[in-house]
T-cell receptor, first 114, second 113 residues
Framework: AQSVAQPEDQVNVAEGNPLTVKCTYSVSGNPYLFWYVQYPNRGLQFLLKYITGDNLVKGSYGFEAEFNKSQTSFHLKKPSALVSDSALYFCAVRDVAGNTPLVFGKGTRLSVIA | NAGVTQTPKFRVLKTGQSMTLLCAQDMNHEYMYWYRQDPGMGLRLIHYSVGEGTTAKGEVPDGYNVSRLKKQNFLLGLESAAPSQTSVYFC????????????FGPGTRLTVL
């Protein structure tokens, strides 16, 4: 079975500081990993994904994520947070093998304070 | 290019009533999905479709039915609504399978009294 955990319900960071939103996963084989962002009263928007190759993945709006196979993690990072980054962030995973659908985490609410 | 659209945006039902949510995509995507979003629960997959005329159950399919008669449309039906189905419903689509990027609609907020 595949699963994903986002251990923090809420992350608060000051504007201009680096931010990290944590994600750990469990799959039986190799993972496809995704980050999505949801702004208030909107649908989810794709930020970035890891399929294969370089462990550091760069995405939209200056976000990046590092795939760490030994720690089964895929943390989302940004060097300098903006107030406009405040949103709900979802990590998602699926096993490369098989035909199972994507599984989403419960989400982490990021608040960037001016 | 409208992307993924959902109809209606809001709906209030009484217990036992039925309704259909419509999802439409204009990107020629093969795969379509219906999720529900509840506070503290994240997104949970209700049903999905891997192509026109196909449907499959997701994580929480009970109380819902779906149909994919046309490639661009994916309908979610509630035959007898229950208060536990109060939620925000999102439709998504992807060109390839679940390993491909999914594009989401704006959501439908459903309240069942």
């Amino acid at each position: 079975a595949q699963s994903v955990a986002q251990p923090e319900d809420q992350v608060n960071v000051a504007e201009g500081n680096p931010l990290t939103v944590k994600c750990t996963y469990s799959v039986s084989g190799n993972p496809y990993l995704f980050w999505y962002v949801q702004y208030p009263n909107r649908g989810l928007q794709f930020l970035l994904k890891y399929i294969t190759g370089d462990n550091l993945v760069k995405g939209s709006y200056g976000f990046e994520a590092e795939f760490n196979k030994s720690q089964t993690s895929f943390h989302l990072k940004k060097p300098s947070a903006l107030v406009s980054d405040s949103a709900l962030y979802f990590c998602a995973v699926r096993d490369v093998a098989g035909n199972t659908p994507l599984v989403f985490g419960k989400g982490t609410r990021l608040s960037v304070i001016a | 290019n409208a992307g993924v659209t959902q109809t209606p945006k809001f709906r209030v039902l009484k217990t036992g009533q039925s309704m259909t949510l419509l999802c439409a995509q204009d990107m020629n995507h093969e795969y379509m999905y219906w999720y529900r979003q509840d506070p503290g629960m994240g997104l949970r997959l209700i049903h999905y479709s891997v192509g026109e005329g196909t449907t499959a159950k997701g994580e929480v399919p009970d109380g819902y039915n779906v149909s994919r008669l046309k490639k661009q449309n994916f309908l979610l039906g509630l035959e007898s609504a229950a208060p536990s189905q109060t939620s925000v419903y999102f439709c998504a689509s992807s060109y390839l399978g679940p390993g491909d990027t999914q594009y989401f609609g704006p959501g439908t907020r459903l309240t069942v009294l």
